[in-house]
């Protein structure tokens, strides 16, 4: 019976034993947790830096992402943004940025984010609850824009607004315009929502294969803008007198009268001129040597848009043409006339 109290207080203590070890590897590993959670859950590791950039190379990809994964991204006024604290579940929560450009979040009130990135947002509303956590970590993510959708304005067929889902570029957005109209020129430009003051200005190529850099990323809230193509007229003595479209590379007065057909048999070359309004609004006057131009003796002119190229008539063609017309049908009369 003396055996049976010992064995029993050595097995206790082997318990007790046990049982302090597991404790302390338990609270090893918590404190472990604790000190790698905001490494791999605040928005400043590097892991989630990369999952970010990640996200951001392929454009709207992530159903919760920051504007199709764009972090440079501004919020706006309507966003839908989704909120979390790791380790205070009780602070999570889902508002829509207010018409004053705020948002509500517990334990801190209303806080205004509006013109701020995702990660702006982030910092301040740390730093906002810093006043009541330990080393606060924030995760904001925009579930739902104001804005889904592009403009497309310009000259394209259809111009509107339309949808930017997923991973959309500027070739996609102006297809789904209908494409470039006959009158639009060879450069248009894209406002990114993100940077409203900055425009980037893109040369369109006949090949759009070309210059593939040239098709950007776009994203909600975003401008395109494809402007029409400069003109020049050219009227008088040519055979079909016209607006062109100027191309990238301009227009001179040689190809301006190749585009209209040319000159008829009654222009007057000596007397061509080209039309300009000038810095005040009134009309200046270049002369033209239309017909050294032709004979390759005098150096084409480059017209400037809204340029009007006038080729008169010669009177003195157009009497003679009318002589020779009345001739040939006082010709025409008298050899019907001799017919029994």
Partial sequence: MSLLPSMSFK?????????AALFCTSGANVAAQDQTAP?????????????????????????????????????????????SV????????????????????????????????????QKLIETRLAGFLKNPHVSLFVTEYASEGASVLGAVMRPGVYPVLGQQHLFDLVSAAGGLSEKAGRSLTVTHRSDPDKTITI????????NPDTNVPVFPGDTIIVRKADIVYVVGDVARPSGLLMEAGGLTVLQAVALAGGTTRTAKMSGAKILRKGPGGGMTETPV???????????????????????????????AGATLQAALQAATLLSVSAVP
């Avoid at 040369?203 to 070309?210: E, F, K, M």
């Avoid at 390759?296 to 063609?317: C, E, N």
């Fill in 289 to 319: 040597q239309l017909k050294k131009i032709l004979q390759a003796k005098a150096a084409d002119l480059q017209m400037q848009p809204d340029d009007i190229l006038v080729v008169p008539s010669s009177t003195g063609k157009v009497i």
């Fill in 39 to 83: 490494l791999n859950n605040g928005h400043n590791n590097n892991s989630h830096n990369n999952d970010e950039g990640k996200t951001s190379s392929v454009p709207g990809t992530a159903p919760s992402s920051q504007r199709g994964g764009d972090m440079s991204l501004q919020l706006g006024v309507g966003d839908l943004l989704e909120m």
């Fill in 203 to 210: 040369d369109i190529t006949r090949n759009l294969q070309d």
């Fill in 86 to 121: 790791y380790g205070v579940p009780e602070l999570a929560t889902k508002t829509r940025i207010s018409s004053n450009g705020d948002m509500y979040c517990p334990l801190i009130g209303y806080t205004h984010v509006a013109g701020l990135t995702a990660e702006e947002a």
């Fill in 11 to 19: 097995t206790l203590s082997l318990s007790l034993f046990f049982a």
